[in-house]
């Protein structure tokens, strides 16, 4: 599936195919999808035949040590995989956007997007993911909130259960209440330490990323679940509870 910003490309020169307009005019390029949709896998590819590197928009691959769980490490034995200062590099292909935040401490799309600006990367450029949020911003179609974590605020809603901090969530603001994954804590802390704010400013952030071509994968999910199921598999046999053992002895079971 290809996103509209395909039309934006391609209105003024509609005798160009979508091959030229890949290898002449558009240098930066969105992909995402489901879950085992094979997103990296055709980055990866993509930059082996046109040039490129990646950058992974996903909020869980940010963090330093959680590998296997997150899909950073190929489960096919045929890639080689190096971990460099700044990036990975995947058969020679260099992937920014892991390992840059440590799960301890706090790391906001605010982060994500400012260490994106600071890449400054030239020739083809891969937005890979992952999380939706992060792409939103990226792109300049969510507001960002300016408010800064509140620790003690964090502290006291962390004791409660999901449904305890919806209802004050709701109290607080129907309308967002609604609208939020009701199930996810995080959010809801989050949603909740902007709402008991004294001063909530949002503000609609600058694309960082201007004119891309956004590329979309799906499947049957049929398709889908068998690809996941294949790949849950092969991230057990790889070491997938030895790293999330690893994880839980360091302090990271919270």
């Avoid at 993509?46 to 040590?65: A, E, H, P, T, W």
């Avoid at 020679?92 to 600071?118: L, N, R, T």
Wanted: hydrophobic share 35%; with cysteine.
């Amino acid at each position: 599936i290809v996103g509209q910003n395909l039309k934006n490309h391609t209105k003024n020169h509609p005798t160009l195919s979508h091959t030229h307009v890949a290898e002449i005019m558009i240098k930066e390029f969105v992909i995402l999808g489901p879950t085992s949709s094979g997103k990296t896998s055709l980055a990866l590819k993509l930059c082996q035949k046109f040039g490129g590197v990646i950058v992974s928009v996903d909020s869980r691959q940010i963090y330093k040590y959680f590998d296997i769980g997150t899909g950073k490490i190929p489960l096919d034995s045929k890639y080689e995989v190096k971990k460099e200062h700044v990036f990975w590099s995947v058969d020679g292909i260099k992937i920014y956007g892991y390992d840059i935040a440590d799960a301890k401490e706090y790391f906001s799309v605010v982060d994500f997007i400012e260490f994106v600006s600071s890449l400054n990367l030239e020739g083809n450029v891969f937005y890979v993911g992952g999380t939706g949020f992060y792409f939103d911003v990226l792109l300049g179609n969510k507001k960002v909130s300016n408010v800064l974590p509140n620790e003690d605020l964090r502290k006291e809603l962390s004791i409660k259960n999901i449904n305890e901090l919806y209802q004050i969530l709701l109290e607080l603001n129907k309308k967002r209440a609604k609208k939020i994954d009701r199930k996810n804590k995080v959010r809801l802390i989050r949603a909740i330490e902007i709402e008991k704010s004294e001063k909530i400013s949002q503000t609609k952030s600058k694309p960082a990323l201007t004119n891309p071509l956004i590329l979309g994968l799906t499947a049957s999910r049929e398709c889908l679940y068998k690809r996941v199921d294949s790949w849950v598999e092969k991230a057990f046999n790889s070491g997938f509870l030895e790293e999330t053992r690893k994880l839980v002895n360091q302090g990271y079971g919270e």
